[in-house]
Every structure is written in structure tokens, then in C-alpha cells.
Nanobody, 127 residues
Framework: EVQLVESGGGLVQAGGSLRLSCAAS????????IGWFRQAPGKEREGVSC????????YYADSVKGRFTISSDNAKNTVYPQMNSLKPEDTAVYYC????????????????????WGQGTQVTVSS
């Protein structure tokens, strides 16, 4: 059974940093894409970043490009979004997810394309 567990969320001041973690079980990262998404109150869930564990390709939403960096440790089946220069508008519940089929680049940050989801971790950025 595929399971994804997020951790690393918390409260941080604007300009600070957090590193989240998504630990996977039930599969390895050899062929899977792991995506990170977030949902703020009153807003739709949106794609943040993703990484392909097979070739290491990464993708970022324009809103976080230059501030967030995603990496993976395939030996530990874990993905780490490093979030720097955090802003209050980054406040949201952050989720990791994986998809079991290849995705075209144009939809790779679309949450509707993903099959398995973690429980989410809260990130709160104070001003």
C-alpha cells in the first residue's frame, strides 16, 4: 500500500525558512513523481513543486520559484522541499502526493492528476 507522510511544518516569521519532508512507503522513487501542493483557507489546492525521482527533474510554480527548492533522497524514499524567504501568503496546509502514470509537463502541477496523498502539514508564516 502506498503511504505518504508529511512533516516539518510549523510557525515561522516572514523571511524565515522551513524544510518539509515527505516520507514514502509501499514503493520506491525509482519511477515516481512526487508533487507538493498547498491549500490556504478559502482557496483551491494549488501545485507548488514536484520532482521526478527517476531523472531528478524539478518544477516550480511561479509563486515560489527562486524561494523554494525541492530535492530527494531516493535511498530513504523521502522528498524535501526547502522553503526560504517565506511570506505570509505561503501560509497553508502543505500536502505531498504521487502519481502512478507519466504526466505531461503542462499538467504536472495539477493536483487532479495525482493518485495518492499524504495527510498534510500546516505551515504558518507570521508577518
Amino acid at each position: 500500500e502506498v503511504q505518504l507522510v508529511e512533516s516539518g511544518g510549523g510557525l515561522v516569521q516572514a523571511g524565515g525558512s522551513l524544510r518539509l519532508s515527505c516520507a514514502a512507503s509501499g514503493f520506491t522513487f525509482d519511477d515516481y513523481t512526487i508533487g507538493w501542493f498547498r491549500q490556504a483557507p478559502g482557496k483551491e489546492r494549488e501545485g507548488v513543486s514536484c520532482i521526478s525521482s527517476s531523472d531528478g527533474s524539478t518544477y516550480y510554480a511561479d509563486s515560489v520559484k527562486g524561494r523554494f527548492t525541492i530535492s530527494s533522497d531516493n535511498a530513504k524514499n523521502t522528498v524535501y522541499p526547502q522553503m526560504n524567504s517565506l511570506k505570509p501568503e505561503d501560509t497553508a496546509v502543505y500536502y505531498c502526493a504521487t502519481v502512478t502514470i507519466p504526466l505531461h509537463t503542462i499538467v504536472i502541477l495539477n493536483p487532479g492528476e495525482y493518485d495518492y496523498w499524504g495527510q498534510g502539514t500546516q505551515v504558518t508564516v507570521s508577518s
